[in-house]
């Protein structure tokens, strides 16, 4: 530890953000970050503890606590305020495969259980990787580092996610030679995709997938693995395939007026967007346009919060987002101590948007809808939504949502958008390769294990855990890219988590 009173000499200092009505003028990322030499000052608020909480990456209380890529951090933040930036390069992409990605959409489950949070604020972690990885690629650190030797095995990778493009990653450094499959037109899957472009500008992903592909990862998009490409052929072509392809099956609202013109998924609300943004700025129209429209977003999450920021930049007449739990305390719950994940309210930048434009939080807590109506061409006119009340049910003893009769309400909305969350894995890929599913649909495997119940076929990320965060998808992709190597070469010298 280079400054072992850093934590008291300095106070925690993270990028400043382009005021929201500012920045709802476009689609760019609105992040100002700190300079090299007040970046370097927060490294230095690293106690490096004995047990660092930070990189445990544990459950508890069924909340993951610490970073689940088990990253080096008190290791790269002292190096970061030594201004060592190339081994803090080296020690951060030790176990991450992409901290391009989590440094700019990781909700930081590192700094929530930061040992300096216990009693003031936690080390910027979060922010010294960005510095890190974006000084990496500045210096030439990042650049590719094709593998010397190949090994003549072949794998396939269905899926080029955040869990698809690791397993691709570590395999072709360990030598093998890696083809991943794409249905879109572009490589990245939900990082491209899922996440809109304030979020996650798409060069950055073109960036790594650029260096991928220099290293020899070789990639096919608009291949519909399953339909285009039979499941057959890539298990005669591949010595191993990977199926990386997501949780793709968006949970639906099935009320009354459900078939009214103007109610779209979140996912494809968002994709829509993202691919015209890219193909035209716009010009060609493809796309969920909400000017001067009342919205009404189902869900509560990080996709709901994007729907938001993404419906106010065109225009939106009002945004609305619905969501079933009751609104989180503004400070920790007596259970809910450190170093558990804080389950406290939080206000993110699509909130904060609505909030500037409209002058009030756009979040509705404790209800749920009952009606969309239509009009009588069929067009969505309005949501009828209804108040819901946690109660405790005398025979079983679990918390039951039940409805408060008369506290209806109805929204005027002419586009709802359903962001509540995926059920699984789609059928016609998992049929296609004859792989067991779960109850969840999630493709089966012994616990720890990432081989499916078919030979020489393996998981990895949302098909395999359910619907998670893009750290956990890398994890999981770094995880089956090591029981892959370990099938096909009987041992494996990928780094573990």
């Given at each position: 530890?280079?400054?072992?009173?850093?934590?008291?000499?300095?106070k925690?200092?993270v990028?400043?953000?382009?005021?929201?009505?500012?920045r709802?003028?476009?689609?760019?990322?609105?992040?100002?970050?700190?300079?090299v030499?007040?970046?370097q000052?927060?490294?230095a608020?690293?106690m490096?503890?004995?047990v660092?909480f930070c990189?445990?990456?544990?459950?508890?209380?069924g909340m993951?606590s610490g970073?689940?890529l088990?990253?080096?951090v008190?290791?790269?933040?002292?190096l970061v305020?030594?201004?060592?930036?190339?081994?803090?390069y080296n020690r951060?992409?030790?176990?991450?495969?992409f901290?391009?990605?989590?440094?700019?959409?990781?909700?930081a489950?590192?700094e929530?259980a930061c040992t300096?949070?216990?009693?003031?604020?936690?080390?910027?972690?979060?922010?010294?990787e960005?510095?890190i990885?974006?000084n990496a690629?500045e210096?030439?650190?990042?650049?590719?580092?094709p593998?010397?030797?190949r090994?003549?095995?072949?794998?396939?990778?269905v899926g080029?996610?955040p869990s698809g493009?690791a397993v691709?990653?570590?395999?072709?450094?360990?030598g093998?030679s890696v083809?991943?499959?794409e249905r879109?037109?572009?490589i990245g899957?939900l990082?491209?995709?899922?996440i809109p472009?304030?979020?996650l500008?798409?060069?950055i992903?073109s960036r790594k997938v650029k260096v991928?592909?220099?290293e020899?990862v070789v990639?096919?998009?608009?291949?519909d693995?399953?339909?285009?490409?039979k499941?057959?052929?890539?298990?005669?072509d591949?010595?191993?395939?990977?199926l990386?392809?997501?949780a793709?099956?968006?949970r639906?609202?099935n009320?009354?007026?459900?078939?009214a013109?103007?109610?779209?998924?979140?996912?494809?609300f968002?994709k829509a967007?993202?691919?015209?943004?890219?193909?035209s700025d716009?010009?060609d129209?493809?796309?969920?346009?909400?000017?001067?429209?009342?919205?009404v977003i189902?869900?509560?999450?990080?996709t709901?919060?994007?729907c938001?920021?993404?419906?106010i930049?065109?225009?939106?007449k009002s945004?609305t987002?619905?969501?079933m739990?009751?609104?989180?305390?503004?400070?920790?719950g007596?259970d809910?101590?450190w170093p558990q994940w804080?389950k406290?309210?939080?206000t993110d930048?699509?909130?904060e948007?609505?909030?500037?434009v409209?002058?009030?939080?756009?979040r509705i807590?404790?209800?749920?809808v009952?009606?969309?109506v239509?009009?009588?061409?069929?067009?969505?006119k309005?949501?009828?939504i209804?108040k819901?009340?946690?109660?405790?049910?005398?025979?079983?003893?679990r918390?039951?949502?039940?409805e408060i009769?008369g506290?209806?309400?109805?929204?005027?909305?002419?586009?709802?958008?359903?962001?509540a969350?995926?059920?699984?894995s789609?059928?016609?890929v998992?049929?296609?390769?004859?792989v067991e599913v779960?109850?969840?649909?999630?493709v089966n495997t012994?616990?720890?294990?990432y081989?499916?119940?078919?030979?020489?076929?393996?998981?990895?990320?949302?098909?395999?855990?359910g619907?998670?965060l893009?750290?956990?998808?890398?994890?999981?992709g770094r995880?089956?890219a090591?029981?892959?190597?370990?099938?096909?070469m009987?041992?494996?010298?990928l780094?573990?988590?």
């Amino acid at each position: 530890m280079g400054k072992p009173t850093g934590f008291m000499e300095y106070k925690r200092e993270v990028s400043k953000d382009v005021k929201p009505k500012e920045r709802i003028k476009n689609f760019h990322e609105f992040h100002q970050h700190l300079p090299v030499e007040r970046q370097q000052l927060q490294g230095a608020r690293c106690m490096e503890c004995g047990v660092p909480f930070c990189q445990a990456g544990m459950t508890i209380c069924g909340m993951t606590s610490g970073c689940p890529l088990h990253n080096l951090v008190p290791e790269w933040n002292d190096l970061v305020y030594m201004g060592n930036w190339k081994q803090a390069y080296n020690r951060l992409v030790k176990t991450n495969s992409f901290p391009e990605f989590t440094a700019r959409v990781c909700p930081a489950l590192c700094e929530a259980a930061c040992t300096c949070g216990l009693n003031g604020e936690p080390v910027a972690t979060k922010e010294n990787e960005y510095a890190i990885i974006e000084n990496a690629y500045e210096k030439g650190y990042a650049a590719p580092k094709p593998p010397k030797v190949r090994t003549g095995k072949k794998v396939a990778v269905v899926g080029s996610g955040p869990s698809g493009l690791a397993v691709a990653d570590q395999l072709n450094k360990r030598g093998h030679s890696v083809t991943v499959f794409e249905r879109s037109d572009r490589i990245g899957g939900l990082l491209m995709y899922g996440i809109p472009n304030m979020k996650l500008e798409k060069q950055i992903v073109s960036r790594k997938v650029k260096v991928m592909e220099a290293e020899g990862v070789v990639f096919m998009t608009g291949v519909d693995v399953g339909k285009d490409l039979k499941a057959e052929k890539l298990l005669k072509d591949f010595d191993r395939v990977v199926l990386a392809c997501g949780a793709s099956n968006p949970r639906d609202i099935n009320v009354p007026g459900r078939d009214a013109k103007g109610i779209y998924f979140a996912v494809d609300f968002l994709k829509a967007n993202t691919k015209s943004l890219l193909d035209s700025d716009f010009a060609d129209g493809n796309f969920v346009n909400t000017k001067d429209k009342n919205v009404v977003i189902i869900g509560g999450g990080d996709t709901g919060n994007d729907c938001v920021g993404t419906s106010i930049r065109h225009g939106c007449k009002s945004v609305t987002q619905i969501e079933m739990m009751p609104k989180a305390p503004k400070e920790r719950g007596e259970d809910n101590p450190w170093p558990q994940w804080p389950k406290i309210c939080k206000t993110d930048y699509g909130q904060e948007e609505a909030i500037a434009v409209f002058g009030h939080d756009p979040r509705i807590y404790e209800s749920t809808v009952k009606e969309f109506v239509k009009d009588k061409n069929g067009n969505l006119k309005a949501v009828k939504i209804i108040k819901l009340v946690w109660e405790k049910n005398p025979d079983t003893g679990r918390m039951e949502m039940k409805e408060i009769e008369g506290s209806e309400q109805t929204l005027p909305a002419e586009i709802v958008l359903i962001a509540a969350g995926f059920l699984g894995s789609q059928k016609y890929v998992t049929d296609a390769f004859k792989v067991e599913v779960n109850q969840c649909t999630n493709v089966n495997t012994l616990p720890g294990s990432y081989e499916t119940s078919v030979k020489n076929v393996f998981t990895a990320g949302d098909m395999h855990r359910g619907q998670s965060l893009v750290v956990w998808a890398i994890r999981e992709g770094r995880e089956a890219a090591r029981a892959v190597d370990e099938s096909l070469m009987g041992y494996t010298n990928l780094a573990a988590q």
